[in-house]
């Protein structure tokens, strides 16, 4: 559907495409968070709403221009929101052997969880398997951008959460399998856009798939970090002023 960003768990995501079903069988269960959209009317969903609208007609959907194409990318504003950039940096690791690699990464620094200090996010964007594409974030638990080289890889494995459509499933409401995720900040405060990819919708029978009902048919959330998990705050269709089912 879109041209896929490299990055460094690119192989990781290959593996997972080739083991298929049997994976898929030993992978554990994907937490499940219920939608909730107490506050539909909030300045957080209205604004939301309506500037991812504008950004949308700008870069297209799904909005993945945010993500540099690998090569970093500054924040983008539009009206009250904030889409946080990413940055790119060669890091050098060890393996339990001693043999050193240079990699470069793209990160995000964010405050994800509104507590500091400031979290580093790892992410990878591709096919997910039965998901079509979607993006994996990691929050890793501690910030690889300020280490001392060489990092030890298992660095890579000490993550505190993973959010993508292998690891999280969005439940009680209509939501795609596949799903998009950019940290944005409103208000102080920092938030998850999570774009659904429309990968429910069924062309007719004997038609060719049509790109534009796919984008119709995704739905939408913003979510919130807290500490027991996540909590969704907003769910809405692509469709500005439409109601999500």
């Known amino acids: 559907m879109i041209t896929t960003i490299r990055s460094l768990f690119i192989a990781v995501a290959c593996t997972s495409l080739l083991l298929g079903a049997v994976a898929e069988a030993a992978r554990p269960k994907r937490e499940r968070v219920e939608i909730k959209d107490d506050a539909p009317d909030s300045p957080l969903c209205r604004e939301t709403v309506s500037e991812v609208a504008k950004l949308r007609a700008d870069i297209g959907w799904p909005m993945t221009e945010l993500y540099g194409h690998g090569n970093g990318h500054s924040d983008v504003t539009v009206g009250q929101l904030t889409f946080h950039g990413l940055r790119l940096q ?4 060890a393996n339990s052997a001693g043999a050193k690699r ?5 990160f995000y620094l964010v405050d994800i969880d509104n507590k500091p200090p400031v979290e580093m996010l790892d992410f990878v ?4 398997m039965a998901t079509g594409e979607g993006t ?4 890793f638990k501690n910030n690889l951008s300020v280490a001392t080289a060489p990092i030890p890889d298992t660095e890579l494995r000490n993550e505190t959460m993973k959010i993508g459509p292998l690891n999280v499933r969005f439940t009680g409401k209509e939501f795609d399998v596949g799903y998009f995720v950019y940290p944005f900040a409103f208000a102080g405060r920092n938030y998850l856009f999570i774009e659904g990819n429309g990968d429910d919708y069924q062309a007719p029978e004997g038609q060719r798939a049509d790109f534009d009902a796919a984008r119709k048919h995704a739905k939408n959330l913003v979510v919130e970090v807290v500490p027991d998990g996540l909590a969704t705050r907003c769910y809405f269709s692509d469709e500005p002023g439409t109601p999500a089912k």
Do not use: A, D, I, R
Request: charge should be neutral; proline fraction near 6%.
């Open 90 to 93: 060669s890091m050098v690791f």
């Open 102 to 106: 240079t990699l470069p990464l793209n």
């Open 125 to 128: 964007t591709g096919g997910h």
């Open 136 to 139: 994996t974030l990691s929050v």
